[in-house]
């Protein structure tokens, strides 16, 4: 069933537990989340990168996830992953998304809170959940070097949730995106102190190379949905360099990519707590 990421975020604060959110390219990734989800009967957060490069044109592969999600038995949310102009974003409506992530994490807390509100009142007119992030979650690949230390802070998020009316706040609290440079070194006295001041469910970006027990005890911490890509595609290649790809098993090379994204994804939903959590 489609839904929207409030909802399914909303009960993930309540039954404290996170979503995975795993970003997809095309339908093979997507038919493997939402099977998983269904296999463990736990909602789903389906994210897209708005320059999605397999599928350019976002709002065909908008058509493709509402479909499929559409008919799954358990609760999917369709997000625009790091929406980024305002024509970006409401394409990502258009093209069907019942959520839309909008990053202005680089510019000033001022100019941020002014283009994340504007885009909020054109989201919500449409029941569309919106995602912003304050502080600034940045690549693995210069972890080692300066630790990421644009972190968010709780009286600020506050605020900023405040101002701008958003469904759910993305915060930076340690974790990179992509592959880490160096050992992850969450601060959970930060993610609590957050948590206690900010209404809304958190989202934790860079899941991925983050480590089981973090992403566990960041999700009873507070965090309510986890993005997800690196480890997943990772899986995915590990499981095809095992296959016997030979003769007549080359046309199993689709099955096999499919089979090592979607055992990741259980794996994550089982960490977060999700499993068993649809309606």
Known sequence: MLVTMKEILDKAKEGHYAVAAPNVDNEHNLRACIEAAEELNSPIIIGVPIHSKPNPDICYFGRIMQDIAIRASVPVA???DHGGSYDECVMGIRAGFTSIMVDRSKLSFEENVAEVKE??????AVNVSVEAELGHVGGGETYAVDGYENLTEPDQAAKYVEETGVDCLAVAIGTAHGFYKGEP??????????????????????GSGTGDENLAKAAKLGICKVNLSIDLRQAAIDELNNADLTGYGLYGFYKYIAKGYKDKLSHYIRILGSEGKAW
């Open 78 to 80: 369709i997000n625009l």
């Open 119 to 124: 885009l909020v009142k054109v989201a919500h």
């Open 185 to 206: 070194f969450i601060r959970f006295e930060l993610l609590e102190e957050i948590a206690k001041k900010v209404s809304v469910p958190l989202v934790l970006h860079g």
